[in-house]
């Protein structure tokens, strides 16, 4: 199959605007930040492995490896972008521990290893093979940050153990993990290192995973992991939405390692599925908390939207992966849009705090309700934590955003793709390319390309985009303008209209029937009470009233709309003719992300149309 290649980070360097800002302050701040967290945490210590039922330490956690796994792996990136020697140090301390702690046959889990060491690869559910993915995750940024593949042979043994108990032995109580992780992450190291057992390992747990596998027990379906049908027969997201969405990372890495066409094919089914019956406005997944979970289409509700933020950022993965194997406009769309929403609503704008959960709607009176009823609706919390107990997403962000670099270009033999709009510079293929925006609050992008002479230039144009004009001769397909570079010193200029639209949802979507939502560019806006001397629900806004574009809140522009309050008559209930005298009204809107950093506050993103 034809494909691309993916331009890594490190060959790009950012040179200003937006997302300079935010990996500056993921840098300066964030990482640091998670840190001391993970620190407070007992996260750290555990790696000593000297926890007792006596100690007073942290009893450590099934998933407490995967955290600081992440973590490493974050300060890796930062590593090729600059010394960190504080950085260095601390994750350098936790590489130490895992190779003084490991057993002697290449077995390393802080959990199972003082907590339980009975029970090795006994529950399927218990996260060993996904902390071990996180690691070789880890251990393939390390090496290619530092050059030291002390980790690297560390973790080598505990997968020679993996290959001997899974697919040789098969001694193990289950076949393939119950949080997939492992697979993309095999796969991930055999392009580092071209070892055929980590693509053979890797390809067994896809190929074993489906209802024959053991299941996690009463508390969860087969389709909550993704065990209802084998790999290739899976063609609706089902289930775990992290889960489902390293699996199709896995999936679309090994269609193109391997040319299987099957397995392409189940990757464009499930990532149609996904973003044209499952996905929330913002880029979010998981409409429900029971099993963090898909359900069933256009099942979207607001305000208590689970839409993790680890989702968001797998489903950025597995649209990164698809648009280098099937070079189509919409999965950047997709990494777009879940990169300006869902994914940075996720950390607070001063970089310290998180939201496991990213809703949709806040109703604070509901919140009220709930604290004077026994049991009450289970609804997300509205201010961001500087910790979970099941802190995931923190170090999550903090790689994500350290790695951004990834998202910007991918490249074939003649053809170069400008996948998103980052002011940037990079070198690679015997060329010098230059991207200078102010996009997303601008629609203006210019790319000068340095040495590309006889190369066709694709820029993305923009699902969301109405109207845009080419500086240069283009035809459009596929999601892109394409143009032909014609000297060696080519400079194209693109522009996207960057007008507020008011976006409605399909008609099946039940949460948001008579709704609009108000977007900008990959933007999207929401009302926050804090701006508004009147309730957001007793509002409508008019679609056909001038937006305003007005001064910046988290780097980008606020909007300005109008709408309507209705008059409530005297008493609870009131002749419907009364309803219809409405005073007019002013709302300001925020970009989505930058929500609840003012205190507790009522939210919308979607508003009744007047």
């Not at 406009?329 to 994914?343: C, H, Q």
Request: glycine letters at 6%; one cysteine or more; a negative charge.
């Amino acid at each position: 199959m034809a494909q691309l290649k993916n331009i890594p980070f490190q060959q790009v360097d950012f040179t200003g605007g937006f997302w300079q800002d935010r990996q500056t302050l993921n840098r300066d701040v964030t990482v640091g930040a998670v840190e001391r967290r993970f620190r407070d945490t007992g996260r750290f210590a555990a790696f000593d492995c000297n926890w007792t039922p006596e100690s007073e330490l942290p009893r450590p956690h099934i998933f407490w490896d995967s955290d600081l796994a992440k973590w490493i792996e974050s300060v890796a990136f930062l590593l090729q972008k600059g010394p960190q020697p504080a950085l260095y140090a601390s994750a350098r301390a936790i590489i130490d521990a895992i190779a003084a702690h490991q057993q002697s046959d290449g077995y390393f889990n802080i959990f199972h290893t003082v907590v339980e060491p009975e029970n090795r690869f006994r529950y399927r559910d218990r996260h060993e093979l996904y902390c071990l993915g996180h690691l070789i995750e880890a251990a393939v940024a390390w090496y290619n940050a530092t050059g030291e593949h002390d980790f690297f042979d560390t973790l080598d043994r505990y997968i020679d153990l993996v290959i001997r108990v899974f697919q040789k032995e098969k001694s193990a109580a289950f076949t393939t993990p119950g949080h997939e992780e492992i697979e993309l992450a095999l796969l991930k190291l055999y392009r580092l290192k071209p070892d055929k057992k980590y693509l053979d390992l890797a390809l067994f747990f896809l190929n074993e995973r489906g209802p024959q596998d053991q299941l996690l027990g009463d508390w969860a379906k087969d389709k909550y992991n993704q065990s209802h049908l084998p790999v290739r027969q899976q063609h609706t997201a089902e289930g775990h939405c992290v889960r489902a969405c390293y699996l199709y990372c896995a999936m679309a890495d090994a269609a193109a390692l391997t040319g299987d066409t099957a397995l392409l094919t189940a990757c464009r089914n499930l990532f149609d599925d996904i973003t044209e019956k499952k996905m929330y406005l913002t880029g979010g997944i998981g409409s429900s908390h029971h099993g963090e979970a898909f359900t069933v289409p256009y099942d979207l509700p607001n305000d208590t939207a689970y839409a993790e933020t680890c989702a968001a950022i797998a489903l950025a993965m597995f649209a990164q992966r698809m648009q280098i194997i099937d070079p189509d406009g919409k999965y950047a769309d997709v990494v777009e849009r879940t990169l300006y929403n869902g994914i940075l609503s996720g950390v607070s704008l001063d970089g310290i705090s998180f939201f496991y959960e990213n809703p949709l709607e806040i109703c604070l009176a509901d919140h009220e309700k709930n604290r004077s009823v026994n049991g009450g609706d289970r609804l997300p919390i509205t201010q961001r934590l500087e910790v979970f107990d099941c802190s995931c997403c923190p170090p999550n962000v903090t790689r994500l955003l350290a790695s951004l670099g990834d998202y910007v270009f991918t490249a074939g033999e003649r053809d170069l793709y400008i996948q998103q709009y980052i002011p940037c510079r990079a070198s690679f293929d015997g060329m010098d390319v230059t991207v200078k925006t102010a996009y997303p609050a601008d629609g203006t992008v210019t790319v000068a390309v340095h040495g590309g002479n006889g190369k066709r230039l694709h820029l993305r144009v923009p699902g969301w985009c109405k109207a845009w004009t080419c500086s240069a001769p283009c035809k459009t397909e596929r999601g892109y303008a394409c143009v032909d570079v014609t000297q060696d010193d080519f400079t194209v200029t693109i522009t996207f209209d960057m007008t507020p639209q008011w976006v409605a949802a399909n008609p099946l979507v039940k949460a948001d029937a008579g709704k609009l939502a108000l977007t900008r560019g990959p933007v999207v806006y929401c009302a926050e009470g804090v701006d508004h001397p009147f309730s957001l629900f007793a509002a409508a806004v008019d679609p056909q009233a001038p937006v305003e574009v007005k001064e910046s809140y988290g780097g980008l522009p606020t909007l300005q709309g109008k709408g309507r309050l209705s008059a409530a008559g005297d008493g609870l209930y009131y002749p419907a003719s009364e309803s219809e005298k409405q005073t007019p009204v002013t709302l300001r809107f925020i970009p989505y992300f930058t929500f609840a950093n003012r205190g507790s506050s009522d939210l919308l993103v979607w508003l009744r149309r007047a």
